[in-house]
């Protein structure tokens, strides 16, 4: 029983930019598309589009407030410059 030497594999380039790929399995599938589900009732759309803009309502004013701010400063800024 002699030692069976392993066979050395010697990869050759050859330029070729396209690589084989025949021996991959899988791949990509598209996602099944979900099934059509009918809008929300009008009741319900109003009621969810009224508890967000309450949750907005003082950040949108505290915003606004800073915005303007910010404009009396450059306007008082800009004054006193002429």
Same mark, same amino acid.
């Given at each position: #029983? ?12 050859? !330029?070729?930019? /396209?690589?084989?790929? $025949?021996?991959? $399995?899988? !791949?990509?599938?598209? %996602?099944?598309? %979900?099934k059509y589900v009918p809008p929300a009732p009008l009741k319900e759309q109003? $009621?969810? &589009?009224?508890? +967000?803009?309450?949750? #907005?309502?003082? %950040? #949108?004013? +505290?915003?606004? !407030? !800073? /915005?303007?701010?910010? &404009?009396?400063?450059?306007?008082? +800024? &800009? $004054?006193? +410059?002429?």
């Amino acid at each position: #029983m002699g030692k069976q030497k392993k066979e050395k594999i010697v990869y050759i380039d050859d !330029g070729r930019t /396209i690589a084989d790929m $025949s021996n991959v $399995s899988g !791949g990509f599938r598209m %996602p099944e598309r %979900p099934k059509y589900v009918p809008p929300a009732p009008l009741k319900e759309q109003l $009621s969810t &589009f009224w508890n +967000a803009m309450k949750m #907005m309502f003082l %950040p #949108m004013l +505290a915003v606004v !407030g !800073g /915005i303007m701010l910010i &404009f009396v400063i450059v306007l008082i +800024a &800009f $004054s006193l +410059a002429y």
